[in-house]
């Protein structure tokens, strides 16, 4: 199996409901360092999962809708918790969306919100 | 599939047995800088995984059980080579038992012995 | 000149005031990774800069005035735009002021916006 | 499972063929720090999946035979594209043949080629 | 005094002139992590070093000049051995110019080579 | 003002003197991971502040001399509390009385002893 990564990353604020998140409940923020990883069982004619450049462009559109934004107010996650691992697979899936149908197997994003904590989702394609 | 992972460190001496070792039969130490990973194939009704906090709190105390210590005198561990391997699998066994019965479907743990060396357990819960 | 560095982090909403700003004079957010290094030209009795355990728990105390905050609704920085070098002056202060009569020489504080963004500064004591 | 990492570098010149890659179809370079796993399901009787050292001179081996040259003229690598992806499985397969029978499960090869894109290849022994 | 510091990085091919480089003297690449550093006394009306937006452009404007090409074809570096030191005054330079009379005290330039490796350029403005 | 900064690291058990380490007193170990810069306010005639190949070297030779041992029975050591400060002042010392008479202008070592926590010595050459 191959793969490719590319990283970019955002800047939100967001809250988080939910005893369990303590004083995560307050208005807060974070920066997320993304990593997408697309998968392929075999490499395409040109000996590539996926173009490093194509991929990374898609990357930054999709982290494009959420930076410099406060998800408390965002229509598209209204209900959402969003945690880590929520946005992780927000993020998957908004990409899966783009890259269309493109012979991937799978896609994996990571999401880094500190030198000390990260949370991944994975799925098929 | 979903994980997260949060990061804590331990400070340790150790010597190793058997000539494959060579110099790292001696007395010598680690830092291993250790990565808890945790899995879920659903996230539960907060939207998590695992709270990141309390995580990191059962890191912090199963690594805190190793800290400035010399394994080799360590009764919990007589008998055992505490490779880099061997102590990933005895972290992992250990804070599955701290976790308890949260729904979690596995556990990867990742110690880090330098900028160029590091090695894995990874075990369902 | 000897220097010694502890690491910790924050995670704050704020928003930034001023056309340069572009999209983050919206309410967003950010992790800061911050590093508090110590400076001192000759090491103490006990051969060293300040314990790290006490400069980490400084530290800590100091990023914990901020963090899972609005920068934007703390009295303590009404008038100040939050920018990432007007903070890391912010930490450095108040760790200066915390540390006290210590013989340390300075203090240097960076914080990490991103994987590709960071801000310093540096003060002597 | 388990898993032992080790981390070298390589630093080559090469030109790729094929318009997906824009200005890569120039001559240009990388550098690949090339992270090379190694699994086993259980330990051996030292307790380990392989040596870090001996795992650490394989690796340089392999990389010592692409490292300070220009990909575009090595002979064995003729009619090869040499995207990232496909020297992650090069690199992989020529490690799988220097280790020979030694219990090992499977081999993934991770190239860096900067901080913000990375490839990898996945096999079994 | 304050910093800012933005990353970027560049892909390029040369080869080095002089024994002292060994097998770097046939032609080969690297992937240059660019991190570039803007030094101020004080801060400016908006509270900023340089914004990082605009840093952000003018290193990836640099970093453009030179990426994807083989140094030992490059006019402008006619007669220059591009080592990593001289390579990182060059982009100091080209910097320099770039930013014009913004108020700065200084400029670093440091290029990462690899994982084990790394120079730098410092210069007043 | 040029520098150039070679990585390796080192493997070691040591206990520290003194009631301000807590259960750093007791017999421990850490690995360092050591970074070692060399100054030059000019290039030489190759275009370089030192070959990176020479400095390697040198930095290994110097860590070689501590890794895989417990310091507290080291004779060059007796009677030095080997913090991590002053480790780097004996590692940066070695490496000055290694390089000889080489017109460099100053050295700076670092060593990382966690992901949270470095000290660093710099001296003139």
Redesign the interface.
């Known amino acids: 199996?191959?793969?490719?990564?590319?990283?970019?990353?955002m800047?939100?604020?967001?809250s988080l409901?939910?005893e369990?998140?303590?004083?995560?409940q307050?208005?807060?923020?974070?920066?997320?360092?993304v990593d997408a990883s697309f998968r392929r069982e075999t490499?395409d004619a040109?000996?590539?999962?996926v173009?490093?450049?194509?991929a990374?462009e898609a990357l930054r559109a999709v982290v494009g809708e959420f930076?410099?934004?406060?998800l408390d107010d965002e229509p598209d996650l209204a209900g959402?918790?969003t945690?880590?691992?929520?946005l992780?697979?927000i993020v998957a899936d908004r990409l899966a969306d783009r890259m269309g149908d493109t012979g991937l197997d799978g896609i994996t994003v990571t999401l880094r919100?500190?030198?000390?904590?990260?949370?991944?989702?994975?799925?098929p394609l």
Do not use: Q
Request: net charge neutral; no cysteine.
């Open positions: 199996m191959f793969s490719v990564t590319v990283r970019d990353h800047m939100i604020a967001h409901s939910g369990v998140f303590g004083p995560a307050r208005l807060h923020g974070a920066t997320y360092v490499l040109d000996g590539i999962v173009d490093i450049g194509r990374a930076g410099y934004r406060n959402v918790n945690t880590t691992e929520a992780a697979k919100e500190s030198h000390v904590a990260w949370a991944s989702y994975e799925r």
